[in-house]
């Protein structure tokens, strides 16, 4: 494995995480997987396999890019939905291969028609209504013009669903701001099916709204973050244990991110450790080089601040992070070597370091570190078989 480092997945973590959500929503919401930004960088070829063994048959993602992604590594021909971005000239490929598409503007609703006069079949549309978001989506006055092309030309389009996104449910801050596009949402989607068009799906939580507005489950949900075990604010996470008899974290994170000691050094007392000056040892110290750094995701806001795991020890990385490596204060652990292993997220021992470590130690979201992570950095899934074969 050519690699500084590399990720493991971990299918029962997943297993667990969908059993969790599927008992949230109910049995009869349908569930939608989320794999933007590299399946929020557990990577699309690896995570999408793992989520259909698990009975996961719809996947949402940003972009044609990301859809075509899926079709070709996806073995049960999943549903594929894109929320955002598809150019014009990708529409024609989106229809042909049954791929469906959030509408929100009339260009691409044109457009849309007009590549599927050419195919001569219909086009899959999810059609997204502005309920205050103000990013994309028809307002309620658009709508009726949307309605009128629609009907026009149901030869060639079938609105598959309704949709909206919240602006920030994750935070009791924007409590007011959802629950009145919750409220916008029901009116417009309610309006929208006198018209004649009432056989659709309506969606509009992510797993913070999942969680925290059960109204807006609805018969579809959009679960991303909370799928790779991972919570989208703490106040979702005390909103969500609250009603668990135990208290504790149900969910499990489904990645762990693993590298090894590249060298071990001795420094004496005075010398400044790494570029510039921002470290200097005021003792005699033992360091460890670890061949990560910011060009694979270990941001350099983590400089003097962030934590590895070596040997079940929770140690310093101290002076800056670099492009390539990292330095670690080996205080806690003397007896470190070359070659031994180094969690930059999972555990160790009875040790951990979380995504939610980063966040507390620098200005990163979740998402961000995660979706950050490169994809050529190796992603291996851990089942039960690998995990007999690591024990043999």
């Given amino acids: 494995m050519f690699s500084t480092s590399y990720i493991e997945l971990d299918q029962a973590a997943l297993e667990n995480n969908l059993r969790y959500i599927r008992r949230i ?30 009975g996961v048959d719809h996947f949402s993602v940003f972009s044609a890019d990301e859809a075509n992604e899926v079709l070709n590594v996806s073995s049960r021909k999943s549903q594929v939905l894109i929320m955002g971005y598809i150019d014009n000239s990708e529409l024609e490929w989106a229809i042909q291969n049954g791929v469906e598409f959030f509408v929100f503007e009339f260009d691409r609703l044109n457009k849309a028609i007009e590549a599927a006069k050419n195919l001569g079949t219909k086009a899959r549309i999810h059609v997204e209504f502005e309920t205050g978001l ?14 009128e092309i629609i009907t026009s030309n149901s030869l060639y389009i079938d609105v598959v669903g309704t949709c909206t996104h919240y602006a920030g449910a994750e935070s009791i801050a924007n409590y007011v701001r959802v629950t009145n596009q919750i409220k916008t949402y029901n009116e417009i989607d309610q309006w929208f099916r006198t018209t004649g068009l009432n056989s659709h799906i309506s969606h509009t939580a992510c797993s913070a709204a999942a969680v925290s507005y059960p109204e807006s489950r609805m018969n579809m949900v959009r679960i991303g973050i909370m799928q790779y075990g991972f919570w989208p604010s703490k106040e979702t996470f005390i909103d969500c244990i609250k ?54 995701g270990f941001s350099r806001s983590l400089s003097n601040q962030g934590r590895v795991l070596i040997r079940g020890k929770r140690l310093a990385v101290i002076g800056m992070v670099n492009m390539n490596l990292l330095i670690v204060d080996l205080l806690e652990c003397p007896e470190a070597e070359k070659g031994d292993e180094v969690v930059l997220i999972g555990t160790q021992g009875d040790q951990a370091i979380s995504v939610a470590s980063f966040g507390e130690l620098s200005d990163q979201l979740n998402y961000e570190l995660l979706t950050r992570l490169p994809r050529n950095i ?15």
């Avoid at 071990?264 to 790494?274: L, P, R, Y």
Wanted: a positive charge; proline letters at 5%.
């Fill in 25 to 54: 929503i109910g049995p009869d919401v349908k569930f939608s997987s989320v794999v933007k930004g590299n399946a929020y960088g557990h990577g699309i070829f690896e995570y999408v396999p793992m989520a259909e063994e698990c």
């Fill in 134 to 147: 103000n990013r994309t989506g028809f307002s309620r006055d658009e709508l009726e013009k949307v309605i």
């Fill in 243 to 296: 009603h668990e008899p135990e208290r504790k974290d149900p969910l499990q994170r489904v990645i762990k991110w693993k590298s090894k000691v590249m060298d071990v050094k001795e420094v004496a007392t005075g010398e400044f450790i790494g570029y510039g000056t921002t470290f200097m040892a005021t003792e005699n110290m033992k360091l460890a080089t670890v061949p990560v750094g910011y060009s694979h």
């Fill in 378 to 392: 190796p992603r291996v899934v851990i089942n039960n078989q690998t995990k007999k074969l690591k024990s043999a």
